[in-house]
Each structure stands twice: as structure tokens, then as C-alpha cells.
């Protein structure tokens, strides 16, 4: 009895001969980047560009809609983004319509608005300085409110209402200045949706964004850029960053490189893993196919 | 009158949602946001059955140890930690909301100064903010030297899930006040043990799942994704450009591929999503109608 293709062989190999070097794909770059440089696509840019054109001091409402799990691929985004509007000492508004992202909410709070996040003499970044934001003062976090659709809705209508007039610590709204004439999402210059999934972006261009004529840009995970850029196309976003390489883009523009462009590096060998997998595969399953069709043994 | 009731709120709540974006009047409005009021609490609300649906699914697997009963354990304990750990128990006591001022002594050497000392003395990990000057507590008491005057006062930890406390102090020329405290623990959603098995467990196991993709990927990569046929052929050359143009590696190797990726997005990707999107819009529309109608009535429950 003869041996098994080796075409056979290859099929049947353990898979996790591919886990370790999809492994050794993830974790090296991070240790030697590659530094390769990082060209935001059209879309990145227009969602900058629709920033940087906020008057000083915008309103800004930021719905910040995730889990841990797209923390990798959209809070660099969420990080760049802040930096932005901070420089042009826009006037913040949180919320959330996801009850994983709470603790997240608060922990960005505390780390990128509370603080500077590129303070003068910042190595490695040139752009204007930011400055911490006091609560109540330059920023709002409205909380998490469950009801999905039906919830952004109510943001696009009685913003207040849908919160009971008060920000998460329980402050009233009539008592905190930077509230005075917010009542509904259409009150703000700029919606900024850090979307990872339902509810989110696609939600918020679906119930309230065309309905109330809303300037909105969006941050979203690869997978749901496909997704997004429908409404890109038709103007009901004025920009998508999508996904790690969107966000490494973002970063290039604000001009502070971050964990996105570090994550670059391994999405890019990440890919190259993939690409070589298809090839190999293929190169296996055709060897295979021409080996039976001379009669070979399976 | 079991089929009917519900059937006709249905219908009424349907057809008003659809009303109001034709009816611009302020009244409808209002209403409009009181019935979404209702959809949120039921939204809320459906938490709740959720948590009763788990315990009436699990606990009978657990006492029948059925397979995989040491799972659903693990489930109800974990579920049952969150509830207890979210609820706000810092309330029943009355933890402290400021400073505790103490001693306050006139010292010459500090008046010939014309300032005042505020003697700030907290535990090491605690972060005092004395009118502007900020610092971290030591061992010993930490002077801070002030002008006259309302003092503002901040203590606060640097780890989530504690209450700063805030307050002020007058004080006069020479003054040396004693000032400490220890912001106390909270409980519920913004508490300490809530955020650290958020922070610890929670953000961890969520990150890994979605993390393990990668391997999965590329592991199907390798064996499912074949060039079958003329269809499969295009689907994975696409997949290639998409990966390489979506990367900085591609614009690194020729903007063709960054071009190519981005054609692929704006033409073929969006005309299809577009067209699975009207379809689905028309389908949601035909649907909502049969319902509000009352033509559809699975949602009703089989009784119906």
C-alpha cells in the first residue's frame, strides 16, 4: 500500500502548526515594528475633515457604543477623535446605548477628557496642545439608557427626556451650564458615533440622522465597513473610519500615532498570514485534485 | 378577547408610529416620546425576565446534573455576584462626602509669610488637590502652603469606584489647618468591585473571544477557502486585494492596491449592500404593515 499524496498529507496537517504562526504574526510586530507608512483612505479623511471644520467651541454629542472586545480596533479612533475635538475646545456630550460600555465610558473619561492627552512638550507629536476638561464645565456624560432603536430615537426627539434631565452622577441638566439649549440631537454641530455594532451607527443614520438632517461621522470595526459605506456614498455620514487601519489613518492626520498605528503593523502581518494560507491552501487543493484526475489514490 | 386586545394595541401603536412621521404637530410629538418612555422601560425590563428566564432554564439542568451542569453553576454564581456587587449598598450607611477638617494652629513663621499651611494627612495612595497644587499622600503629613482665603479641597484615589471628597476651608494668615480623610468604596455600577471584575475579568474574556477570530481565520483560510469554481475564484482575489489595499503593507507594495480595495468598496460592495438593504427596507415595510394590520400574528404567541 503506497504512501498518501502529499497533497493528502498537507489537507490533514494539524491546524495548530497555523495558530502558532498567526501567533508569532501578532505578537512580533509588536516588538519590532515594521513602520511602514500608514495613508488614511478617502473616507478617514473626509471623517477628519468634517471635524476640523467645527467652529471653536462646538457642540459635540460622542455615542460611544462598544464592548471590550472592538476596543483594539476602534479606541484609537475614540483617542485621535478626542484629541481633535479637544484642540478646538469643543464642548462634549457622552452617552451610551450599550450596557458592556459603561465602565469603558467612564475609564475614557478619566484617561483621555479629564486629562491631557497631548500636553505642550508632548515627544513625538507637534500639533496644538490639549488641555484637561473639567466635568459639568467642558463635558457631560449622560450614561447609559437600554431601549436600542427605539432609545436613539427618543436622543433624536427629547435627548433630555430620554435621560430624565440629568447627567449619569445625577446632576440636573438645567443646572449645568454647557446644557443651556440641548434639547434633542439636532442641537449639536457634529455627531460622533464609536460604533462597534447594534445599536449604533447604522441605527443612529437609520432613525434619527436623516430624519432630523444630522452632521454625523462614524467609527465602526473592519467587518462593519461594508455596512457603513452605503451611507457614506449617499452623504448620511460625512465620514467612516473603519476599523484598525481607518483608525491608524485617523491617527496619522490628528498627527499623534498610537496604538492604531502600532496595531498597523500587525494587521499587516496578520493579512500577509491569511494571504499565504489562501495560496497554500489552494496550491494543496489543486495539487490534490490533479493527482485524482490521473487516477491517483484520495 | 385573548386575541383580540393585543391585536388592536398593536395595531394602534403601529399606526401611530407610522403617523407621526407624516403628523408634524407638537402633541403627536410629545406622545410619540412618551410611548418611546414605555419601549425603553419595557427594554428594561426585558433584563429582568432575561435574569428569570436564565434561572428557570438553568436550575433544573443543574439539580438533574445534566450535561454540562457545572457551566450553568458557574453562570447563576457569576450572575448573582453582578446583581449583588451592582446594587448600591454605600447607601444604606452614610459615607463621608468631604474633608474632615482637624487641628488648626497659628504658626509666626508661616504668617510673617502672609500665607496660610494647609497639612494635608491621607493614606499613600490617596491624591489631595489643594486649590491648584496637586500631589499624592506620604507617610507623613504633606504641607501645603496657600494664600488666604477659601481653600478648595479634593481627595480622591486614582482607582475607579471611589467618592472624592470635596470641601472647603477658610483660612487666615499663619493658619496651619489639618486636613484628612479616606474617599470611601462604592458600590454598584460605579463601584470598586463592580469596575475591577469589569476591568479584571470581563474585559479579558471578551477580548480573548473576539481575539481567538484570527486564529480561526486563518486556520479557515487554509482549508475552506477554495477556488472552486469562477465565483469562489473572484470572491477570494477580492478578499486578497481587500486585505492587502486595507493595509498599509499594500500602499507600501503599489497604490494599486489601496486603489483596487477602495473601488471594490464604492462599487461592487456598496451596489450589492445597497441592494440587500432595499430589499430588506421593502421586506421590513411589508412585514410591519401585516402586523399593524393584523394580518401576521405569530408575535401574538401560538394561541393565536
Redesign the interface.
Known amino acids: 500500500m503506497s504512501a498518501p499524496h502529499w497533497s493528502e498529507r498537507l489537507q490533514r496537517f494539524d491546524r495548530r502548526w497555523i495558530f502558532l504562526v498567526m501567533a508569532v504574526a501578532v505578537v512580533v510586530p509588536l516588538f519590532l515594528p515594521l513602520g511602514l507608512p500608514v495613508k488614511p483612505d478617502r473616507m478617514t479623511k473626509a471623517a477628519y475633515n468634517a471635524v476640523e471644520a467645527l467652529p471653536e467651541g462646538a457642540r459635540v454629542f460622542v455615542s460611544v457604543d462598544l464592548d471590550p472586545a472592538a476596543t483594539p480596533e476602534i479606541e484609537p479612533y475614540y483617542r485621535a477623535v478626542i484629541l481633535q475635538l479637544k484642540r478646538k475646545h469643543a464642548r462634549l456630550v457622552f452617552a451610551t446605548t450599550w450596557y458592556q460600555a459603561p465602565p469603558l465610558l467612564e475609564r475614557y473619561l478619566r484617561e483621555t477628557v479629564e486629562v491631557a492627552i497631548a500636553p505642550a512638550g508632548t515627544e513625538g507629536y507637534s500639533g496644538l496642545p490639549d488641555r484637561p476638561y473639567r466635568k459639568h464645565v467642558d463635558y457631560v456624560n449622560l450614561g447609559f439608557r437600554e431601549g436600542k432603536s427605539a432609545i436613539i430615537q427618543a436622543f433624536g426627539s427629547d435627548l433630555r427626556g430620554a435621560f430624565d434631565n440629568q447627567a449619569d452622577d445625577g446632576t440636573p441638566l438645567d443646572r449645568i451650564p454647557m446644557m443651556d439649549g440641548i434639547t434633542r440631537l439636532s442641537d449639536f454641530d457634529l455627531v460622533v458615533l464609536v460604533s462597534a455594532g447594534s445599536p449604533g451607527a447604522k441605527e443612529y443614520v437609520q432613525f434619527v440622522g436623516t430624519r432630523y438632517k444630522l452632521p454625523m461621522v462614524a467609527a465602526c470595526t473592519a467587518v462593519s465597513t461594508t455596512d457603513l459605506a452605503p451611507y457614506v456614498q449617499t452623504g448620511q455620514l460625512l465620514g467612516l473610519v473603519g476599523g484598525m487601519a481607518g483608525a491608524a489613518g485617523y491617527e496619522s492626520l490628528v498627527g499623534k500615532p498610537g496604538a492604531g498605528t502600532t496595531g498597523a503593523d500587525v494587521l499587516n502581518i496578520g493579512n500577509l498570514v491569511v494571504i499565504a494560507a489562501i495560496i497554500f491552501g489552494n496550491v494543496v487543493f489543486f495539487a490534490g485534485r490533479r493527482h485524482r484526475r490521473r487516477g491517483g489514490r484520495p | 378577547m385573548k386575541r383580540t386586545v393585543p391585536l388592536v394595541i398593536g395595531m394602534m401603536f403601529g399606526l401611530f408610529a407610522l403617523a407621526e412621521?407624516y403628523v408634524p404637530h407638537h402633541l403627536v410629538?410629545d406622545l410619540?416620546?412618551e410611548f418611546?418612555?414605555w419601549?425603553?422601560i419595557l427594554?428594561?425590563a426585558a433584563?429582568i425576565l432575561g435574569g428569570v428566564n436564565i434561572l428557570q432554564v438553568s436550575w433544573p439542568k443543574i439539580r438533574r446534573r445534566e450535561e454540562d451542569w457545572p457551566y450553568k453553576v458557574v453562570l447563576l454564581a457569576s450572575a448573582a455576584i453582578m446583581l449583588l456587587v451592582g446594587l448600591p449598598w454605600h447607601k444604606l450607611g452614610s459615607p463621608a462626602t468631604a474633608p474632615t477638617i482637624g487641628a488648626r494652629v497659628v504658626d509666626p513663621a508661616v504668617a510673617a509669610r502672609g500665607h496660610a499651611v494647609i497639612a494635608i494627612d491621607v493614606p499613600a495612595d490617596v491624591t489631595y488637590q489643594v486649590g491648584k497644587t496637586i500631589g499624592a499622600g506620604a507617610a507623613s503629613q504633606v504641607a501645603v502652603e496657600v494664600e488666604p482665603g477659601k481653600v478648595a479641597i479634593k481627595l480622591s484615589r486614582r482607582l475607579?469606584g471611589y467618592r472624592a471628597l470635596e470641601g472647603e476651608v477658610t483660612v487666615a494668615a499663619g493658619d496651619v489647618v489639618t486636613v484628612g480623610g479616606d474617599p470611601p468604596m462604592l458600590w454598584g455600577?460605579?463601584g470598586r468591585v463592580?469596575?475591577w471584575i469589569?476591568?479584571h475579568i470581563?474585559?479579558?474574556a471578551?477580548?480573548t473571544?473576539?481575539?481567538l477570530l484570527?486564529?480561526f481565520?486563518?486556520?479557515a483560510?487554509?482549508?475552506?477557502?477554495?477556488?472552486r469554481n469562477v465565483e469562489a475564484a473572484l470572491l477570494?482575489g477580492s478578499?486578497?486585494f481587500m486585505?492587502?489595499g486595507?493595509?498599509?503593507?499594500g500602499?507600501?507594495i503599489s497604490d494599486i492596491f489601496?486603489d483596487v480595495a477602495?473601488w471594490l468598496?464604492?462599487v461592487p460592495?456598496?451596489g450589492g449592500?445597497?441592494a440587500i438593504?432595499m430589499g430588506a427596507a421593502v421586506g421590513a415595510i411589508a412585514t410591519g404593515l401585516r402586523i399593524v394590520l393584523g394580518i401576521e400574528r405569530q408575535h401574538l404567541g401560538s394561541d393565536a
Not at chain 2, 486595507?246 to 503593507?249: E, F, I, W
Open positions: 412621521f410629538g410619540s416620546d418611546r418612555s419601549a425603553a427594554g428594561a433584563f475607579a455600577k460605579d463592580f469596575v469589569y476591568d470581563f474585559s479579558p471578551n477580548a473571544l473576539f481575539a484570527a486564529f481565520v486563518a486556520s483560510a487554509f482549508r475552506a477557502f477554495r477556488a477570494l478578499a486578497i486585505m492587502l486595507r493595509a498599509p503593507l500602499g507600501a489601496p477602495q468598496l464604492d460592495s456598496n449592500r445597497r438593504m
